[in-house]
């Protein structure tokens, strides 16, 4: 069987990436799509609850430091365990389905590229995403360390509930949007190892074919 490849689909597989592009690419994930409203809803209202509980106890920062702390764990595991398994699913890629994940192509910002390119950049910006979540835990968690548990930035009560709030919302926010864009590549990686299968199978009835 002959193999097709569009020459340009490739060469944009050879262009330079910076990791700061890398991670412009992946905050825009961040920013709410009409596509997608009713996640965004979910989001929203699953980041606020837990955002207006903390901000008007009177345990605001012990009880903010442990949810970063326990935020920090789950995305330094899932970390690793996202990267083992790209590596594994890496590892697999043969000759055959090599050809075909390039051979097919979708459209990602108004440009085609291959199912390859699309999975690779899928990988990176959830990655960053998750690099990013942890730094901000670290930085959180240096200040909390920091602060005493009665802690107040203002002397009125309702400007520490709303800053305190705020800020914790877009935490959360972020948080709840990596479990998402991990819950995705989690379902594209499942679609691969299908699709790993099948070429393998057709590879072996190939195989059959010529004995």
């Keep these: 069987m002959k193999h097709e490849i569009q020459i340009d ?4 597989m050879f262009q330079t990436v910076s990791s700061n592009d890398i991670l412009r690419s992946a905050i825009k994930v961040l920013i709410p799509k009409r596509k997608q409203k009713k ?12 955002s207006y509980m903390i901000s008007v106890s009177q345990d605001t920062v012990p009880i903010f430091r442990n949810c970063v702390q326990i935020v920090n764990d789950v995305c330094l595991a899932l970390f690793g365990i996202i990267f083992t398994g790209y590596a594994l699913f890496q590892a697999l890629i043969g000759k ?9 192509t979708v459209i990602k910002d108004k440009e085609e590229i291959s199912k390859l390119q699309e999975t690779n950049e899928n990988f990176a910006e959830t990655m960053m995403l998750e690099f990013l979540c942890i730094v901000i835990s670290l930085l959180l968690l240096l200040i909390l360390n920091s602060l005493p548990d009665d802690y107040c930035m203002f002397q009125k009560l309702y400007l520490n509930n ?26 594209n990686i499942v679609q691969l190892f299908n699709f790993h299968a099948g070429t393998r199978i057709m590879e072996i009835m190939k195989e059959n074919r010529n004995e």
């Design 96 to 104: 055959e389905m090599l050809i075909r994940m390039i051979q097919s």
């Design 39 to 50: 996640v965004y809803i979910i989001v929203f209202v699953l980041s606020i609850i837990p």
């Design 162 to 187: 709303i800053i305190a709030g705020l800020g914790m919302y877009i935490y959360f926010y972020l948080f709840f949007i990596v479990l998402l864009e991990i819950k995705s590549f989690i379902f």
């Design 9 to 12: 689909i490739i060469e944009k």
